[in-house]
């Protein structure tokens, strides 16, 4: 009897601890599912970083939730190992500066269902891409060139409701004429141009540029005041505001010199002057015409240094002509525009239309730079890599 009751209590121990593990297993188990899901969404769109990226600080949804961005369900990562086999990432990411001189470095497996997106924050003239292996290699492009397939731009121009014009802008023809407050903003103002440089040397030659019209400026009693390094001005160490008071107050114009002439490039320098009541020169090789108000602005290289010289002179010498350059203020606001934005990645990702539609891109190192044998050759590696 004893012998039993011993046994059938040792059978309920057993039971209870069958019954205690099952359920303390299949809570782990849960609880592993859960956070599994929680990385692991099957609508997630994983993004392999394959080189270097700008603007992702961390492995994960980060970037997409920082931002509050409309599409989410997109995940960084920089871990080629992250699934053992590089076909289950969705998209795999290039960086045009990591890739633009070397090819060796290539995913070893390709799945046809994979996007491989070619993205840079810079030029195609300072980043060409030299290898074959990229010809026929990407599907999609992400680039300031408006023709990509997620294009961004430096910088946006709102009208009055603060809505985005984008580019291809109907300006308004007959702006309004600025009132006494703009010109009272204005009225200080007695030094010709400034502007801020620290790239001394720059694939557009524009410290070239600048050098013929100093001596064209200096027949008219005028300067051009270098700020940073490729001159004698400073700012603050550490901050531009200085700067940005000065130009604000003391000159007419500010020269917005790119640093590469490629189509559609036009960088966030050009608001050092919109923001600070001085009148841009610029030089590139975008159409401004596309993305500038007209008549709040100067083409540089339309009319050369010597008539670029005299027109400057002209226009400080006429107050009036000087204002007419601010009237896009009634009509039009300029700001800086965030490049590759993770958000536009993302909804892209989410673009059923974009996902089907395909993309191809064989001739690709011409498509980006129609000079890249040329500035690929051997003789542009030893004499021109800045
Ligand atoms: C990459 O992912 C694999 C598989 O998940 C993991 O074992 C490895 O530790 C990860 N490597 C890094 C550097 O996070
Ligand atoms: C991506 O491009 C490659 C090379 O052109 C092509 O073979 C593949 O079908 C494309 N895949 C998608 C999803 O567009
Ligand atoms: C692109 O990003 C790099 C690294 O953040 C930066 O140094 C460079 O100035 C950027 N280029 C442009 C044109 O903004
Ligand atoms: C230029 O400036 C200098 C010194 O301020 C002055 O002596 C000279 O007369 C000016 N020349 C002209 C053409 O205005």
């Not at 004893?2 to 039971?15: F, G, N, Y």
């Not at 359920?23 to 080189?51: A, G």
């Not at 400073?234 to 000159?251: A, D, E, I, S």
Request: charged share 20%; with cysteine; net charge positive.
């Amino acid at each position: 009897m004893a012998r039993i009751r011993k046994l059938s209590d040792l059978l309920i121990h057993l039971i209870c601890l069958i019954i205690i593990s099952y359920i303390v297993t299949q809570r782990s188990v849960k609880i592993f599912t859960f956070k599994k899901l929680i990385r692991f969404l099957p609508d997630l769109k994983y993004i392999l970083v394959w080189t270097s990226f700008y603007g992702i600080e961390e492995e994960g949804q980060t970037a997409f939730v920082r931002r509050e961005c409309n599409f989410k369900n997109c995940y960084f990562t920089q871990n080629r190992s992250l699934f053992g086999d590089l076909r289950y990432f969705d998209v795999i990411l290039f960086n045009a500066q990591d890739v633009s001189l070397s090819g060796n470095d290539l995913p070893s497996t390709r799945s046809v269902l994979q996007k491989y997106i070619f993205a840079t924050n810079d030029s195609a003239d300072n980043y060409p891409i030299c290898s074959p292996s990229y010809d026929d290699f990407f599907n999609w492009t992400w680039t300031y060139r408006l023709e990509s397939t997620i294009p961004y731009k430096f910088i946006t121009v709102n009208n009055i409701d603060d809505q985005d014009l984008g580019s291809h802008i109907p300006w308004k023809r007959n702006m309004t004429p600025i009132n006494n407050q703009i010109k009272m903003q204005l009225y200080m103002k007695s030094k010709a141009a400034a502007i801020f440089l620290n790239k001394c040397e720059s694939r557009s030659r524009r410290e070239l540029f600048l050098k013929n019209l100093q001596y064209h400026l200096s027949k008219y009693n005028l300067t051009i005041d270098i700020f940073g390094e490729c001159g004698s001005k400073r700012c603050k160490r550490n901050t531009m505001t200085p700067c940005y008071y000065r130009l604000r107050r003391n000159y007419f114009f500010y020269l917005a010199f790119e640093d590469s002439l490629d189509a559609d490039y036009i960088t966030r320098d050009i608001l050092y002057a919109y923001k600070n009541n001085a009148v841009p020169i610029v030089l590139g090789g975008a159409q401004y015409e596309l993305f500038l108000p007209p008549n709040s602005y100067i083409n540089a290289l339309a009319i050369g240094e010597e008539k670029l010289a005299k027109t400057m002179n002209d226009i400080i010498q006429d107050r009036e002509r000087y204002y007419h350059f601010f009237k896009w203020k009634n009509h039009y606001t300029i700001t800086e525009s965030p490049v590759l934005n993770p958000c536009s990645l993302c909804a892209s990702l989410n673009n059923q239309h974009w996902l089907t539609h395909k993309i191809s891109f064989k001739n690709f190192r011409q498509w980006w730079n129609p000079f890249y044998s040329d500035r690929c050759s051997i003789r542009w590696r030893k004499l021109n890599v800045f």
